[in-house]
Structure formats: structure tokens, C-alpha cells
């Protein structure tokens, strides 16, 4: 099981882990620049 930790540690560009619901999420329709604005943070309420 994936901690908190684990996913705030890829944060970056080359390493972004993005978890939505519970899920793996391959991609956003927002785009890379938005990830990248929320990577290792819980952007649950945005």
C-alpha cells in the first residue's frame, strides 16, 4: 500500500505520481502545468 509519503516524492516532471479517488491517474486534461502546480500536495479541493 502507497503512503503519503511515498507519492510526495515524485513531485516533478520527470517522476509524477498523480493518485485521484484512491486511483492512478495516467494523464489530466489540464495538462502538465497544472500538475505540476499541485505535485506532492493533496490537491483535493481544487
Known sequence: ????NDVAAHNSADSL?????G???P????????LLK???K?????
Open 1 to 4: 500500500m502507497l503512503r503519503g
Open 17 to 21: 505520481w498523480m493518485i485521484i479517488h
Open 23 to 25: 486511483k492512478f491517474a
Open 27 to 34: 494523464s489530466h486534461p489540464g495538462g502538465m502545468k497544472i
Open 38 to 40: 499541485y505535485a506532492g
Open 42 to 46: 493533496d490537491a483535493t479541493e481544487e
